[in-house]
Structures are given as structure tokens and as C-alpha cells.
């Protein structure tokens, strides 16, 4: 599970469009067009589609920034609204801010009309892990491609491309554009994601990574065992990472337990 996940799914629950007709025709008219994309940027695009939770992706061979194996680079369908093949090549620090930027944009383009939530994109310069497991700056762009004839959000595409400004700096630089007005909106999501983790969880995952047992952990925190175990679980289902050396990795990454 993403961190962010569950809130970014109740976003796209407002959008009720299971039971329109779409036309297959755009969808394949749009594949073309993230194919003909990374044909001239090098990079790699997505087409996320609401109506069957799938995604369609586009990846140009020079990629390598992504670090995608062979097997992922040659997909061309995933059968997710996210592209986790390359959230995981992310530094955790920048996916939890990406995915902040996401539910902000998702949250104010979802609520406007059909034709003025297509003016709007969703900007961010994130660190990406390549083949030889070096992080470099990706440029990363979301925005809304259509919507159904009813006017509910269908189509989101999604973009990455290596950044030509490669200085180590802190952020995302999370922005939102209305393209027509030319007006650009600065987010400040740094201190957002630092409250990813509760002060309990952030006070488990310390205990974790000295080393304590889930049964030490409780006798040292006076709670119970199931107590602790279910923290240990809302851990890595936040932190998008399969056990605990990996959330304490994650955490250190993310300066999530500095006192």
C-alpha cells in the first residue's frame, strides 16, 4: 500500500463512471501519443485510466534514470492507477512529498468543472535511483488528459523526464499551474510529510531500530503486544516497504525519527 494511498483512493471514489460508455478509441489515441512523447524526450510516460484501474505506459530505451529492469521498461499495461514499478525506484523522502502534491492536485482539480480542471499541472523535480543504483533529479508533471462525456475525470497522465538542473537541493519543489492564467501556485509540503508517522509509531520504529522485540517493545512502552504489532503494520503500510530494516531505512532517509 502507498503511503497516501487510501486518501488518494477516496479522491478518485468522487469520480462515478462505471457504468458510462467510453469510446476504447481515445484511449488508444492517447497511447500513441505518450509513445510518440518518450520518442522525443527520452523518458518515460504514464496514462492512468479511472474506469478499469489500469495504467498505460510509454518508456524510451535511454530511460535509464529510472532503473527500471528489462521486464518493467517493456511493459506496456499495469494493472494499477499507480506505476509502482517506478515508485519504488523513488527516494522515500520525495515519494511521500510527491504523493502529498498528488492528493492536493487531485483535491482541487477533482472538485472543478469538466473543462477547467484540464488547465491545470502539477509540477515537482524528484530523486529517482537509475541502474547503478545513483540517485539523480527527475522532472515529474501530472495533470488531468480527459474526461468522460459526463464530465467526471477518465484520463490522468502523468510524466518523467531526466532534469537538466542536477544540484542537490532539498524539496520537491511542488508546484500547481493554471496553464491559461499562466499563474503558478508554490506548495510547502515539507513539514507534511514529517507527520507521516504518529510520535507513537515514530517512538516504535526507534525501538525498532535499536534492536527491541515487539514483546520488549511493549513491556518498554506499557501497551500490549497486539498493540505494538499493529503499530509495527501501520508503519510499513505508510512508509510503502515490506518489513522493518527496510522502515527504518526508510525513516532515516526521510529524517522521520531526528529528535
Known amino acids: 500500500m502507498d503511503v497516501l494511498q487510501k486518501e488518494i483512493d ?3 471514489a468522487t469520480q462515478p463512471i462505471a457504468d458510462e460508455i467510453l469510446d476504447n478509441g481515445v484511449v488508444e489515441q492517447h497511447q500513441r501519443f505518450i509513445h510518440s512523447l518518450t520518442e522525443i524526450n527520452g523518458g518515460c510516460a504514464v496514462i492512468s485510466d479511472l474506469s478499469n484501474r489500469k495504467s498505460y505506459i510509454a518508456v524510451h530505451p535511454w530511460a535509464h534514470f529510472l532503473g527500471l529492469t528489462p521486464e518493467e521498461a517493456a511493459l506496456s499495461v499495469i494493472d494499477s492507477m499507480d506505476e509502482d514499478c517506478i515508485y519504488r525506484r523513488i527516494h522515500p523522502e520525495d515519494l511521500v512529498e510527491k504523493r502529498l502534491l498528488e492528493y492536493q492536485f487531485f483535491q482541487k482539480t477533482f472538485s472543478m468543472s469538466s473543462e477547467e480542471r484540464l488547465k491545470y499541472r502539477g509540477r515537482c523535480r524528484i530523486r ?4 547503478k543504483g545513483v540517485y539523480q533529479y527527475i ?5 488531468i488528459m480527459e474526461n468522460t462525456p459526463s464530465g467526471s475525470v477518465w484520463l490522468i497522465f502523468c510524466l518523467y523526464t531526466l532534469s537538466a538542473d542536477q544540484r542537490t537541493e532539498q524539496g520537491i519543489y511542488p508546484t500547481i499551474t493554471h496553464m491559461e492564467r499562466g499563474e503558478v501556485e508554490t506548495l510547502f ?8 508517522l504518529s510520535e507513537r509509531e515514530k517512538e516504535i520504529l526507534r525501538c525498532i531500530r535499536k534492536g527491541l522485540s515487539s514483546k520488549e517493545i ?4 506499557y501497551i500490549s503486544v497486539n498493540t505494538v504489532n499493529r503499530h509495527r503494520q501501520n508503519i510499513l503500510e505508510k512508509l510503502s516497504v515490506g518489513n522493518s530494516i527496510e ?3 526508510a525513516a ?4 522521520l525519527l531526528d529528535l
Not at 522532472?139 to 495533470?143: S, T
Not at 532515516?252 to 529524517?255: A, I, N, V
Open 10 to 12: 477516496e479522491v478518485y
Open 247 to 249: 522502515a527504518c531505512r
Open 139 to 143: 522532472d515529474n508533471l501530472v495533470q
Open 252 to 255: 532515516e532517509l526521510m529524517k
Open 218 to 221: 511493549a513491556a518498554a512502552l
Open 128 to 131: 529517482m535511483m537509475n541502474e
Open 189 to 196: 509540503l515539507s513539514e507534511e510529510h514529517r507527520n507521516i
